[in-house]
């Protein structure tokens, strides 16, 4: 039951998170293109002050929730290696790990860190394990 809860949890939290990306990426950026800068601020502001409450707080969760699972999910390795399904769930983990980690120090601690100072690369990258985790279960 404990982890019904914790996917059910993990699930929510990217969904927030990835909810927050795809709207920045596909909606707000958009909308820069068509409305005046003041506008385009404005509507920007609305949800600058609502997702810097929530967005980190899910992105902290789904990393956490995610530890989990990966620890519950991940398996014995056996003699012959790692099966296709540690190695999708491992590369999975890697990029959620570095986007949580990459969030946390943004937003908790001012540090700009990895390069990159837009979300194109987080995007893309949840979109990246979105995949990743629907495939690894039929490899």
Known sequence: MIY???????IFSVLIYAGFLFTD??????????LSKEKY???RGYFKGFTKILVPKALVVAVISGIY???????VIEESGLSNFQILLSIKSI????LGLRGV???FFGIQPFVFKGH?????LVITIV???QIMWYV
């Open 131 to 133: 995949f990743l985790s």
């Open 95 to 98: 990029l959620g790990i570095w």
């Open 4 to 10: 019904l809860i914790i996917k059910l949890v993990h």
């Open 69 to 75: 699972l990966l620890y519950v999910n991940f398996g």
């Open 41 to 43: 601020d404005e509507v």
């Open 25 to 34: 990426n596909l909606i707000l950026m958009r909308m820069q293109k068509v």
């Open 120 to 124: 194109t690369l987080p995007f893309v």
């Open 105 to 107: 120090l943004q937003v």
